[in-house]
Each structure stands twice: as C-alpha cells, then as structure tokens.
C-alpha cells in the first residue's frame, strides 16, 4: 500500500447526518483566529476537503469537521466544518457529532452527569454539554452563536412560481424560510425532486435579487440554506426540508437551521424565551431547541439559543492517498 497522504478520522451520524471528523492529518492550519484559519484553508487547502468530502471517499450529502489546536485559551478545541459545498462558518449537527466524538473517544477528560466542551469555531465560541452514561455519549446540547432575523415579510420573485414570500434568518449561517405551501408541493418524500428543484430555486433568487450580509462580518454572506416549512408548522413544532447548495438535503432538523427559524419566530413575537421548540426533519428526527438570552447587533435584536440532538459513531478510518490515484481530489458528478 503506497501513501503520500495519510488522514485519519472517526465517522459519526447526528439524528441521520453524517459527520466526518479528522483528529489527525492535517496538521496545524495558519491562522491566529479559526475564521483566519477557514480563509487560509480555502485559499491553499480546499483539496483535504474535496478529498474527504466529495466521491469517491465521500458522497454527494457528506459532512465533517476537523479538529485544530484551539486559537483562545477559553476553548478545548478548535474545529473547522467542512462539506460538499465548502467550510461553513458554524454546522450544529457537526458540533453535535465533533462532541460525542470527543467523549466517546476519550479526548477530553470525560465526566458524568454532563462533561462540558468549549469549541473554538469560525462564528465564534460555542459550548457543547455532553450529557453522559456510564461513559457513554447520549445526548448534546450545544449553546449556538447569537441568532437574530434580518428580514421579516419579503418577498422574492422564483420562475415559475412567481413572487415567493419568505424571512431571512442568522443561526451560524443565513437561511431564507418559506412556507412549502406557497409553492403548492405536497410534504412528501416521495416529491423531494420537485421539493429540492424549488428550494435551490428560491437560493437562486435570493442571492440574485437580495443577498445577505452579515452585520458584523461582511464575509459571512449569502444564502445556502432553504428552510421549507411543512404546513401546519407552528412555535412548538415545526416540519420542514432543509435544501442546502449545491443541491441536497440536511438528513438532521439542523442545528443552525434551527437557531434561525427559532429566531425567525421570536422575531415574530411567537416563540419566547425559555421555551422548548421541537425541529423535525425531512426524515423524521428531531432537535429540541430553546432561546436562553436576548441581545444586541447594531439595530438587530439577537437571540442565543441550545440545541439538543443525539450522534452515534459509524465508524473509523484511515483514508490513504495514492500518488497515482486518478482522484486525488475527488470528484463531483
């Protein structure tokens, strides 16, 4: 077996949704911040990410973070999230999966009831509790970055439907949020092509006729999340399809996802602090969200929210790069 790369990783799924996480390879990124650290990897080593994410080591729906020295002393970690589409500035389901990794692997001193991870991401801090079992990782709830609704009642014109009414929402990375509705497509896996086909239509649009900007950092931009809530979707629960760029779905209910749609919904006046939020996926699992704190950016009123899910190792790994692989990169189809 002949290698001039060796990557080495522990496979887990969030609540459906794979999460890859590389604990060795990779060695230090450049950076004196992760989001430092993000930018410098997508200008020179975007290839580790095709080379795990995409075909054929990865797949067209594949996720995974790798784990960094951390650049704050108040942090265990440092993590990077990568996917098919490129390094997302925060992943839920990926923290979710990264934390149980590091309990179940005995990478951090592991404590019970609750041991506590502080990770250093691109969006900034974020705590991880592991609630744990006889050693066992059984559930994590994550206190996610300051959430907030950018826009409420917009409205933007997607062929062939017309003019589509949604809010665009913050929860670690922009998400427009639609009413399945109101593009006349039944809530059914078996319509998922028609469901993917207008949630990459609305992207589309949006970023065309009005692309988010980050106010406090204009190169967190743009949309590359649909959220498509199912009808009958309320402040208590909530259905929905999560269409992400390039063209997949989120098989988890989203962690960011759903820092967004609970923000969305306190902008609104319908979710509350303190209040528990049941996200369900297009698979049927479930996030229990809840805002804890309000706050300020600017003009815009924020809210902090945790997310609670369940992640399950898969499995391990070591994928091995040979010189004369023809996909040294991967490979999209």
């Not at 200008?43 to 990865?58: A, Q, S």
């Not at 996610?144 to 809010?167: C, H, K, M, Q």
């Not at 092509?193 to 949630?199: F, S, W, Y």
Request: contains cysteine.
């Amino acid at each position: 077996m002949r290698s001039n790369r060796i990557f080495h990783a522990v496979d887990s799924h969030t609540e459906g949704m794979p999460t890859r996480v590389i604990t060795g390879g990779v060695g230090v990124i450049p950076g004196d911040t992760m989001f430092a650290r993000r930018r410098y990897f997508l200008d020179h080593l975007d290839h580790i990410r095709t080379f795990l994410m995409n075909e054929p080591r990865g797949h067209a729906a594949m996720s995974g973070a790798i784990l960094q020295p951390p650049t704050r002393p108040d942090a265990d970690f440092g993590v990077l999230y990568i996917e098919v589409s490129g390094c997302l500035p925060m992943c839920g389901h990926g923290t979710i999966g990264v934390a149980t990794v590091l309990v179940e692997t005995g990478m951090v001193e592991v404590t019970e009831p609750t041991t506590t991870i502080r990770l250093d991401t691109p969006a900034g801090l974020v705590v991880a509790e592991v609630r744990v079992v006889d050693g066992a990782a059984k559930s994590v709830t994550l206190r996610n970055v300051p959430s907030f609704a950018l826009g409420l009642d917009r409205t933007v014109r997607v062929e062939p439907w017309g003019d589509i009414p949604y809010d665009l929402a913050f929860g670690g990375n922009f998400y427009a949020i639609v009413p399945l509705e109101a593009l006349g497509i039944p809530f059914e896996r078996a319509e998922k092509q028609r469901i993917l086909d207008a949630g990459l239509a609305v992207m589309a649009a949006v970023d065309e006729q009005d692309r988010p900007v980050h106010p406090g950092n204009p190169e967190i931009n743009g949309c590359h999340h649909v959220y498509l809530a199912a009808p009958g979707s309320d402040a208590r629960r909530s259905r929905h399809a999560m269409v992400i760029h390039p063209g997949w779905f989120d098989r988890s209910p989203c962690g960011t996802g759903t820092s967004a749609r609970m923000a969305q919904l306190h902008a609104r006046g319908e979710l509350t602090l303190d209040t528990d939020f049941d996200n369900e996926s297009f698979i049927g699992t479930h996030f229990t969200g809840r805002l804890v704190e309000e706050g300020r950016l600017g003009d815009l009123t924020t809210v902090t929210p945790t997310i609670t899910g369940r992640a399950w190792i898969t499995g391990t790994a070591q994928f091995h790069r040979d010189p004369e692989d023809p996909f040294p990169a991967g490979f999209v189809l």
